[in-house]
């Protein structure tokens, strides 16, 4: 068997591992009683070290090597096409960051995630940051540990390391660079919109779960969700888990606010139609896998915020609202549910955030994760830090830590450099969807009328079956829209919901 | 670390990758969409290919010579006890099982069962054994090749190496003098019990899918079950399965037939207790497990047949189905409850057969086991061979073979030795009853309180905790009842309650 084919197969076998700890993370979010947690922490762990293992093996250096040179011979040979160059290419970057880690510390790296994911679950609850400080110091610890040594292997900053586990070839310069455009622009057009807005109208009246749950199914299915190859179920917050060929949503339901799931609900189902959509070809190949979390993100935000957030799909969901849910007055339909769905508040909580605030939450916490992997911030002044970066950019006093720097997951767990993801992925959506748009005349009437079929063919040629074909985000956006990720897109797309008209 | 010591983080190691395999084997019967079946045949094969390249690596066998030694003399300094050495044992039997057989064997074992599966779901349904045959053929053929490899590092014969998977130290000549003994039995009593029974009472009314599963969870809580440590759902075929911390049981609801989702609950609640009650301090150990599949199915039986079909608890269902259920009239009280779940019949369905006949059933499939893999019995004359033994032992004709030979998932997933297990569990569970009965004076009017503590408390004690402390079903059984497994006691169980009074 030639090297590559036989890569080929220790990667669909690395998928495979992959797979199976994708399913049982969204069966802990989604399923798993309480006192299964220790007992799956050690499963996730024990998959992770054998994976890891997997990819360090020596063999693995060898077949990439004597898989170069098959390439150089069958390019010139026309027999390796793109996407098995891109496949190689993939899987050496894989391996590259398998390899720049030792095993004990990829271990200890998932344990200390685990263990501080649990006590802050608790200690979130009680706002006792003193409880949950030494735990997340030790994840910070060894966070930092691996991006100095990723930061050795690869020659780049320890923070632009972490960086391309999310987003390949993404470094924090350019972040800065779409970052600090926003920083400048988004005070005015927020003080703009807030001045702007009218009061938000009255408290609607309430909706059953079983009714939210029948309307975001009907969602769901409009969208072109495959039920038969995945489920909505519920957790705490609402995710996109397991694999292409089952895709795992969930969402919540609130009673007294029923947009709160129904949201939540279209924006996981873009994810999963992405999910779904990638290269069939290509299953359980790095090839085949999602661009990086950026367009991953661009997804679920095209479908939640460029379209169901518009007025031509409000039009298509306020008789929904009415004849499913069962709900009717002033802020179940025209003006009174455009307000609803596109007001804008300086709040304390991202996950909740509207579209315009979204991006300081994001820019704040990039701020504090850059001086914590520096070690300009310690983890103990991390809830100091948070009040005066949330008083600074978004005007608000943090009464406590559970809705301050206790609120999210993401460093608990040890992802570091995830977060710019979110909004690079909301610009990305703004630049994809105007692109769609340009490409589809009747794309407002089909949206009016809940048909997606039209958008969804575009994405899905444009960008779902590209699969990780290119090597940044920024080639396959010049491939779908012909630029690199513009930022000026999503502040016009911001400046014309928010500021005019 | 001495040799024992490292034996120990391996097979800690290995029991996460099970446990993994566990979870998501439940998934696929109680989640798991359609669509997403190959991909978790991927997982299941490539989680078990791994384990058996970690059982098999050359490094556990140096360190199982090692650990005897450090036995040798441990025991003799007193500084290792009984639990210790048997964890040993069951560690050396366990890598034993695996040397056994190549890894393409244990690879094509996988993937030939789980395509057999699939194939059956669809084959079943359209009583299409000509579609099955081949699918079958294949996995009997690896099975064949299995036992004769196990037999060979055994030294014994081939179905006796199988049996030993499922139960340790079960022979072939122990199983033909238990089911010899009941074949001569049960004729009769089947005869003298269909002739006593009164006309089975009127079809009564259906109960809702939300109301059973709101009884199930009672009689669960009854049970003693922790739902901090497991859940309660769905699947075609009721069944425990996920691990002892996470124990996730399944049942079915039939709004036409609500017993037949109550004493499901039941069942898979007595294996639920065992998982939840092993002991934990060796969880994760060969020696923390469950002792076999029959003393597992006894834990079950003893619950549903042995307790929860006796006239001490149907005291206490009555008014529960009518105050909880909502249901009532004389077939859900009295006499007439009674003889609904003791009524004995001739039938196709062995999960659906009551404890008169089911033994009946599985001698059935006894005997056309040991004929598949002797060579006797080819696959494709399977469904004739079946229409005579059901013929020959319960006296009814079989229309067709979706209600014949394709009835049950054993043989489709490879697991031949598996069905002795099933009445070894009934008659256990009988001898085990009476031991508990002759140690707890008030058994009998706590039951018909619902009062599950003592039971529960007393099997704990005996059964639950004893792990795989004893290196066979008969020598925990003499530990825990006095005896070796003893059929009388189970034969006059069912004289008692079907041919006397």
Redesign the interface.
């Known amino acids: 068997m030639a090297a590559y084919e036989q890569l080929v197969d220790r990667f669909?076998?690395l998928a495979?591992?992959n797979?199976?700890?994708a399913?049982?993370h969204w069966?802990a979010a989604a399923?798993?009683?309480?006192?299964?947690a220790?007992?799956?922490a050690?499963?996730l762990?024990?998959?992770s070290?054998?994976s890891h293992e997997m990819l360090c093996a020596p063999e693995v250096a060898d077949l990439l090597v004597a898989a170069e040179g098959e390439q150089v011979r069958q390019v010139r040979q026309a027999h390796l096409g793109p996407w098995e160059q891109a496949n190689l290419r993939e899987m050496a970057r894989i391996r590259a960051h398998a390899t720049a880690l030792p095993a004990d510390l990829v271990n200890a790296l998932s344990r200390a995630g685990s263990a501080c994911e649990m006590v802050w679950r608790m200690a979130r609850a009680d706002d006792d940051f003193a409880t949950l400080c030494p735990h997340l110091e030790e994840v910070i610890a060894l966070v930092r540990q691996a991006a100095q040594a990723k930061a050795e292997a690869f020659g780049c900053t320890p923070y632009d390391a972490l960086l391309s586990e999310y987003e390949p070839g993404l470094t924090a310069a350019a972040v800065d660079r779409h970052f600090d455009a926003l920083a400048d622009f988004l005070p005015n057009l927020l003080d703009n919109a807030l001045s702007r807005q009218p009061a938000p109208p009255p408290a609607p009246e309430r909706m059953s779960a079983a009714l939210q749950e029948s309307l975001s199914r009907q969602l769901l299915d409009m969208l072109g969700f495959?039920?038969?190859?995945?489920?909505l179920d519920v957790s705490m917050h609402p995710f996109t888990g397991?694999?292409s060929?089952?895709v795992r949503l969930t969402t919540r339901y609130d009673e007294a606010d029923p947009l709160g799931s129904l949201y939540p609900a279209l924006h996981e189902g873009g994810h999963g139609m992405y999910e779904r959509g990638l290269p069939g070809t290509w299953?359980?190949q790095p090839v085949g896998g999602a661009m990086g979390m950026a367009i991953h993100e661009s997804q679920s935000l095209l479908v939640e915020m460029q379209v169901c957030r518009g007025d031509d799909f409000l039009g298509y969901l306020a008789p929904l609202l009415r004849n499913v849910g069962g709900v009717s007055g002033p802020g179940w339909e025209g003006e009174g549910l455009s307000r609803r769905v596109r007001h804008v508040a300086r709040s304390l909580i991202r996950v909740e955030a509207d579209e315009v605030t979204y991006p300081l939450h994001i820019i704040h916490r990039y701020r504090l994760e850059r001086a914590m992997l520096s070690g300009d911030l310690k983890v103990a002044d991390l809830p100091g830090a948070w009040r005066d970066g949330m008083a600074n950019l978004l005007g608000i006093d943090v009464a406590n830590d559970r809705d301050g720097c206790m609120q999210d997951i993401h460093w608990m767990d040890g992802a570091v450099g995830y977060f710019p993801t979110y909004t690079l992925g909301a610009m990305a959506a703004a630049q994809i969807y105007r692109a769609a748009d340009a490409a589809l005349p009747n794309l407002s009437d089909d949206l009016a009328r809940g048909d997606f079929g039209p958008l969804m063919a575009w994405l899905q040629k444009n960008v779902h079956s590209q699969g990780r074909l290119h090597a940044t985000a920024d080639d396959l956006l010049i491939a779908a829209t012909g630029s690199p990720l513009d930022g000026g897109i999503f502040r016009r797309h911001l400046e014309k919901r928010y500021a005019e008209g």
């Open positions: 669909a076998r495979s591992l797979g199976a700890a399913m049982l069966d399923m798993m009683p309480r006192g299964g220790d007992a799956r050690e499963q762990a024990t998959l070290l054998v495959d039920f038969e190859h995945g489920r397991g694999i060929d089952d299953r359980g």
